[in-house]
Each structure stands twice: as C-alpha cells, then as structure tokens.
C-alpha cells in the first residue's frame, strides 16, 4: 500500500528503520508499506531511469531532490546533480 495523505506518511516516516536523509523532505518521496515493513521508493525513478527505484538510504545528495509543500528544508541541502542515491 502506497501512502498519500501527509499524515499517513508522517506516521510510517516513523516507521522507518533507516534514516531516509532528503527523501524526506522529497515531493517525490513515496512510502510503501507492508504489515511489518515501511519502504522508501523513488517517484521519479517510474520515468527517468537514473534513479534507483529503492535508494539507499540515507540519501544524502541528489539531483531530483524538489521540496515537498508540506515538509521542512533539510539542513542540509541537495548538491550533486544527476543521479539519486548517495
Ligand atoms: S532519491 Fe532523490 S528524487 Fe528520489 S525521493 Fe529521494 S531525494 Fe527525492
């Protein structure tokens, strides 16, 4: 199941077990969960192939990184271009 509603998110951003770093933060950030698992996908990975679909987390850089509306900055912003992942 794929979370949309910021408050869903909120909650299995919680759930995590790692630290996403800027996917948090991400407009592209999508959550999927299972009973026992919470797991971090890249939105823009569906069209642009640089991107890896599951990135490893955390993500400290990355080229795709658009602020979410609803999120906080990161303290430390994105700054390599192209691909995700660290
Ligand atoms: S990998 Fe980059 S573009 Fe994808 S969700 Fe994380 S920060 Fe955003």
Not at 4 to 17: C, S
Not at 23 to 33: D, G, I, M, S, V
Not at 37 to 65: I, M
């Given at each position: 199941?794929?979370?949309?509603?910021?408050?869903?998110?909120?909650?299995?951003?919680?759930?995590?077990?790692?630290?996403?770093?800027?996917?948090?933060?991400?407009?592209?950030?999508?959550?999927?969960?299972?009973?026992?698992?919470?797991?971090?996908?890249?939105?823009?990975?569906?069209?642009?192939?640089?991107?890896?679909?599951?990135?490893?987390?955390?993500?400290?850089?990355c080229g795709g990184w658009?602020?979410?509306?609803?999120?906080?900055?990161?303290?430390?912003?994105p700054?390599l271009p192209g691909r995700?992942?660290?």
């Amino acid at each position: 199941m794929e979370a949309t509603d910021p408050q869903e998110k909120a909650k299995l951003l919680a759930r995590l077990t790692a630290e996403p770093g800027l996917c948090r933060t991400c407009l592209h950030l999508r959550l999927l969960a299972t009973p026992r698992s919470v797991f971090v996908r890249c939105g823009l990975a569906d069209t642009d192939p640089a991107f890896p679909k599951y990135p490893p987390l955390p993500v400290e850089a990355c080229g795709g990184w658009s602020p979410h509306p609803l999120a906080p900055s990161p303290a430390t912003p994105p700054v390599l271009p192209g691909r995700g992942g660290t």
